[in-house]
């Protein structure tokens, strides 16, 4: 299995159609601002994920720029996910395009 870059505006449609968002930022980072409705998957949570999430489900990783997340997305895709996506630009890009789609932490 392997994993697929996708640019922001080709992920939308992808998220809008019941895809899971997992955030791969720091926990301060993800609680100040995140995709909506996206997990903050953690190295403490990534088992529990992995085992509780239908491998059908597409999933969209996202960094703060793209790169980090590449790394992640290729781990999940080895885990048996059939239809992992890096998102390209990551959450700096997202929530430059996107704002509108962006949960503001507490």
């Not at 998220?15 to 720091?26: P, Y």
């Not at 403490?44 to 489900?57: L, R």
């Not at 700096?92 to 395009?97: D, E, N």
């Amino acid at each position: 299995m392997t994993y697929t870059c996708i640019d922001i505006a080709d992920a939308l449609p992808i998220i809008e159609n019941n895809a899971a968002v997992v955030d791969i930022r720091d926990l301060v980072s993800f609680e100040t601002s995140h995709i909506s409705n996206a997990i903050s998957l953690t190295n403490d949570n990534v088992q529990s994920f992995i085992s509780t999430t239908e491998k059908q489900q597409p999933i969209i990783v996202c960094c703060y720029h793209g790169n980090s997340s590449k790394g992640a997305a290729e781990y999940l895709a080895s885990e048996g996910f059939q239809e992992v996506y890096s998102l390209n630009g990551g959450f700096s890009q997202w929530s430059a395009m996107f704002p509108e789609q962006c949960e503001m932490g507490l």
